[in-house]
């Protein structure tokens, strides 16, 4: 069975911090990664692709380690606006596409 | 960027009535469609995948017969849920993908359809 794992949190942190959440996923074949954001009652939005060789995005860096099947967020300087479930999104191919449970933050003032 | 445009965004219905959500794709051929399910506080489940022109694949525990999918076109897939009943009120996402784009693009999702039904 395909896994996507993530701690589902909630991760409460203060504003500027530093947040990191880790994703696991169980098949090695996968092909493509992705982080999505989803606020409360909304649909999931995406934030970033996962490269191989890591990338960022503002206060966004996401980095994957194919060896271990592992994909990782970093949020730097946190803003209250970025208060939301972090989903882990791990596509095998043009029809298979499995979500980790997501994480959620709540970062504060 | 690509759109997905999902609609109704709401409706509320009486239970043993249907109800049929629609998922266009505005800027692209949506090759294959994802439906999913969302309960409150709850992760994403899939639902179901749809090729264009083909039979939809149901995930484990789908009823087939109560979630009818039609992907008739590169631009359009519905989902309709019969004689709905309280406990298929949920929050339905659709989400679209294009062979185009290759594995590497991520997928583009509709706005999202919350269904109750009294």
Request: with cysteine; proline share 4%.
């Amino acid at each position: 069975r395909k896994e996507v794992e993530q701690d589902p949190g909630p991760f409460n942190v203060p504003e500027g911090a530093t947040v990191a959440f880790n994703c696991t996923y169980s098949n090695s074949a996968s092909q493509s990664f992705f982080w999505y954001r989803q606020d409360c009652r909304k649909e999931p939005k995406l934030l970033m692709s996962v490269y191989s060789s890591g990338n960022e995005d503002g206060r966004f860096t996401a980095q994957l380690n194919r060896a271990s099947q592992y994909i990782s967020l970093l949020i730097r300087d946190s803003k209250l606006s970025d208060s939301a479930t972090y989903l882990c999104v791990v596509r095998e191919g043009y029809s298979t596409l499995t979500f980790g449970k997501g994480t959620m933050l709540l970062v504060s003032p | 960027g690509a759109v997905v445009s999902q609609h109704p965004s709401r409706v509320i219905c009486k239970s043993g009535t249907s109800v049929k959500i629609e998922c266009r794709s505005l800027d692209f051929q949506a090759t294959t469609m994802f439906w999913y399910r969302q309960f409150p506080k709850k992760s994403l489940m899939l639902m179901a995948t749809s090729n264009e022109g083909s039979k939809a694949t149901y995930e484990q525990g789908v009823e087939k017969d109560k979630f009818l999918i039609n992907h008739a076109s590169l631009t359009l897939s519905t989902l309709t849920v019969t004689s709905a009943h309280p406990e298929d009120s949920s929050f339905y996402i659709c989400s679209a993908g294009s062979r185009e784009e290759g594995y590497n693009s991520p997928l583009h999702f509709g706005n999202g359809t919350r269904l109750t039904v009294t």
